[in-house]
């Protein structure tokens, strides 16, 4: 018996990565789980392999940036599924650059995606998750909106407003009784599929960046999807408007430890 048994979530950007860590760790608790992407193919394999294996895992294609499409997949969700109890606004993109390089066409691409994509999905759901009297938001933000790096001058924007729009979503629905959470995680850089081969491993920012982690190491998808499922379930029932760092201490150092290799 899973602490999500019974209960629903649609997790944006889950066909890989951290949004992919997150379905896994939602299903593994019991929740059915609508995994919503634009990478068709890879978002198909991950459905099919989580309902091979026994659990409730379905595939829409989503693209943040469009409200039909949110409003879409959400009346989909409650026809298939019956409710709604979980949102995980995972999707994001990045380009890493300094303000002076950037363009405007730049930033609107961000900010449509990172922040706005969140923004359409939160209007949506809340009026579904009111008919269950509650449900979490789980905002996934960065360690950026504290570590702060010239070349973060877009992202790093992006995700601080999300961490602001967190706080308010959080506020408003407290203030209606609403039930409904709302949290933001930060993570750091994680062993996603990106990241986890040699090659990537070897590159000299890579390596600077893992020895300036004061634990030393980098992420686990499966840790970071803990964290989505603490979240999302009822361990964290008086927790809203928080912010959680997943960085291994990364945003609290501001060089690295010489005495690391």
């Not at 026809?79 to 002076?100: F, H, K, Q, S, Y």
Request: with cysteine; proline share 3%.
């Amino acid at each position: 018996m899973g602490r999500l048994n019974d209960k629903v979530a649609i997790v944006t950007g889950g066909a890989r990565g951290l949004g992919g860590a997150a379905v896994d760790a939602l299903c593994a608790e019991g929740a059915s789980v609508v995994i919503a992407d634009v990478i068709d193919a890879a978002g198909q394999e991950r459905a099919a392999r989580l309902t091979a294996e026994g659990h409730k895992a379905h595939y829409v294609h989503l693209d943040v940036r469009d409200s039909a499409q949110w409003a879409a997949i959400v009346e989909d969700t409650l026809a298939r599924w019956g409710r709604l109890d979980c949102l995980v606004n995972n999707a994001g993109i990045n380009i890493p650059i300094d303000i002076e390089e950037a363009t405007l066409e730049q930033f609107q691409s961000i900010l449509d995606v990172n922040l706005l994509g969140a923004f359409l999905g939160i209007k949506v759901v809340l009026p579904a998750m009111r008919k269950n009297d509650g449900g979490s938001i789980i905002n996934v933000s960065s360690n950026s909106t504290a570590m702060v790096l010239p070349t973060t001058s877009l992202y790093g924007a992006s995700k601080a407003a999300l961490a602001n729009l967190t706080k308010t979503t959080a506020v408003h629905c407290g203030l209606r009784g609403d039930h409904i959470r709302c949290n933001s995680i930060h993570p750091g850089m994680h062993l996603t599929e990106m990241i986890d081969n040699p090659e990537v491993q070897a590159l000299p920012q890579v390596r600077a960046l893992k020895s300036a982690i004061p634990m030393g190491r980098m992420g686990l998808p499966a840790e970071f999807g803990k964290v989505v499922t603490f979240l999302a379930s009822e361990d964290s029932s008086y927790m809203t408007a928080a912010e959680l760092f997943t960085d291994g201490g990364l945003t609290v150092v501001s060089f690295a430890d010489p005495s690391r290799g």
